[in-house]
């Protein structure tokens, strides 16, 4: 039973590119949740999706979009990079609606340079 | 969302208990509590979830007061590979990806 997958596993980009960072969720997941995590911080929530449509949306400009796939993987995109944009980029699958305990698994994430 | 608070840091030794408490004082009624571990490099890994009284797997007990404004991660006998940061998350257990990291407490355990 694969877990969640990212890919790449890092990656740079210099200001102003765009970036498209890829996830495949837990066999049998239906959501999918982007996070990016900055140097000694906490995970901050961007966005959630599910039936390839964002359900929920962190504090993220719209340089910040995303997709779902009828399969359940995703693409995180970033649109005109800048420097604080580099982060580890973290993907968690779960399940929408679940009785009991409703844990999130999590990729090993992507690592974003911005130069 | 509900602001959680932890201590920044903590140190024990191989073999002790640690507790870690979380402060929530504005958790919402529909909010569960939920505890990550992360090491260096990797994403969270789910410890335990809970939302009243006690919980307890293989690995951690969770001890929620009646109040629910705060809740405490306890792990047994710790060994050094327990080294890690460690989340405390309030949200809706159904909106998995709404709950709010803060900046975890780093548990760093001695030989």
């Known amino acids: 039973d694969a877990g969640v997958t990212q890919s790449p596993t890092h990656l740079i980009k210099t200001r102003g590119q765009q970036v498209t960072l890829r996830c495949s969720p837990k066999s049998g997941h239906d959501t999918v949740s982007w996070y990016q995590q900055a140097l000694g911080q906490g995970p901050q929530f961007i966005f959630q999706y599910y039936e390839e449509e964002e359900r929920q949306r962190g504090n993220f400009p719209d340089r910040f979009s995303g997709h779902q796939f009828p399969n359940y993987s995703s693409e995180l995109n970033v649109n005109a990079l800048l420097l604080g944009d580099s982060a580890l980029y973290l993907c968690?699958?779960?399940?929408?609606?679940?009785?009991?305990?409703?844990?999130?698994?999590f990729g090993p994430g992507t690592r974003l340079t911005v130069l | 969302l509900a602001k959680t608070t932890q201590p920044i840091s903590m140190d024990s030794y191989e073999g002790q208990e640690v507790n870690i408490t979380c402060s929530h004082n504005?958790?919402?009624?529909?909010?569960?509590i939920t505890w990550y571990q992360q090491f260096p490099s990797q994403g969270p890994r789910f410890i335990i979830q809970?939302?009243?009284t006690k919980v307890t797997n293989e690995v951690a007990s969770l001890f929620i007061p009646a109040d629910r404004k705060s809740s405490t991660l306890s792990l047994p006998r710790v060994s050094l590979s327990d080294t890690a940061v460690y989340y405390c998350l309030v949200g809706d257990r159904t909106n998995a990806g709404k709950s709010t990291f803060g900046d975890g407490t780093t548990l760093t355990v001695k030989p």
């Open positions: 968690a699958s779960s399940l929408a609606v679940r009785a009991g305990v409703n844990e999130q698994f």
């Open positions: 504005n958790i919402a009624t529909n909010d569960y």
């Open positions: 809970g939302y009243k």
